[in-house]
């Protein structure tokens, strides 16, 4: 079965220092997509990457970046130069794309990012 | 401006009392999809539509149902409320079911 695991519950960081949200997946199928979205204290989830299962290329949008390792099991998210405005509550998320048919998001259970000034 | 809207974004109701909250998207998406989010169990799908008049269980359907009449529209129902059906409750859309899921704002519901 399809897990996505977050480890870190809660991260508290100072305004401009990096940090890192941790993401680990189980599934069995080969082909799938792993996404992260972000939920602002304001409540809605925002679509940050999507990311399918045969491209390990890192991602840099900004000062967001993701590493993506199969190795691992891993799609981890850093931060650069945290701001204020990056505090929020982070999903990492898995879909299975084998079947033809429905394929919900499984979503880790969050990291609640703090970023103090 | 491309989205998925939801509506009401705040409801508090009683136990048994009928409600309807209405999700619409203008992206022409096929796929529509309603969760749930809880603390500690993160977010749980209820329902799924394919397409028009093609709906499906989730993984917590229990005390819900849907309707998907028209492309842009997928409301979800609660008969019968009750306290355990307090949540976050979020719908998103996608060009078909292994896209990137956009998600509605989200509606906050209260059953006393």
């Known amino acids: 079965a399809q897990k996505v695991t977050q480890a870190q519950t809660e991260i508290s960081v100072v305004e401009k220092e990096d940090v890192t949200l941790d993401c680990v997946y189980e599934t069995r199928d080969t082909t799938y997509y792993l996404f992260w979205y972000k939920q602002p204290p304001s409540g809605e989830l925002v679509f940050l990457i999507r990311?399918?299962?045969?491209?390990?290329q890192n991602e840099i949008s900004g000062r967001y970046s993701w590493n993506f390792q199969k190795s691992t099991s891993s799609f981890n998210f850093t931060i650069t130069a945290s701001q204020v405005v990056d505090s929020a509550v982070y999903f990492c998320a898995l879909s299975e794309a084998e079947n033809s048919g429905n394929t919900p998001l499984v979503f880790g259970k969050g990291t609640r990012l703090s970023v103090i000034a | 401006e491309a989205q998925v809207t939801q509506n009401p974004r705040y409801l508090i109701t009683v136990t048994g009392k009928k409600l309807t909250v209405t999700c619409s998207q203008n992206?022409?998406?096929?796929?529509m999809s309603w969760y749930r989010q809880d603390p500690g169990l993160g977010l749980r799908q209820i329902y799924y539509?394919?397409?028009?008049?093609?709906?499906d269980k989730g993984d917590v359907p229990e005390g819900y149902k849907v309707s998907r009449k028209e492309k842009r529209n997928f409301p979800l129902i609660l008969e019968s409320p009750s306290p355990n059906q307090t949540s976050l409750y979020f719908c998103?859309?996608?060009?078909?079911?292994?896209?990137?899921?956009?998600f509605g704002p989200g509606t906050r519901l209260l059953v006393l």
């Open positions: 990311r399918n299962s045969f491209d390990e």
């Open positions: 992206m022409n998406h096929e796929y």
């Open positions: 998103a859309s996608s060009v078909y079911s292994k896209e990137t899921q956009y």
């Open positions: 539509s394919m397409n028009v008049e093609v709906t």
